[in-house]
């Protein structure tokens, strides 16, 4: 997955990489890629300058298959 943070401080989550626009990402990759906007105060560490950046998302412990 990727996390993107935009000029305006925004932060967002992708399933693919997103591709940079002026001074956003590109408004069609929430589209046409699983976006979704997080909380600002998350990932301080990733910046417009050092976006995008990518993460692993690792469920934790016992997951039950019957559910």
């Not at 990727?2 to 002026?22: F, M, S, T, V």
């Not at 408004?27 to 950046?53: G, M």
């Not at 990518?54 to 019957?66: A, M, P, Q, R």
Request: net charge negative; hydrophobic share 30%; charged share 35%.
């Amino acid at each position: 997955m990727w996390i993107a943070r935009d000029k305006n401080q925004r932060l967002y989550i992708y399933k693919n990489k997103p591709e940079r626009g002026r001074e956003s990402f590109e408004e069609d990759d929430c589209y046409r890629l699983t976006c979704f906007e997080i909380s600002q105060t998350l990932f301080p560490e990733v910046t417009w300058e050092n976006s995008p950046v990518e993460v692993e998302l690792k469920i934790k412990g016992n997951v039950d298959s019957k559910r």
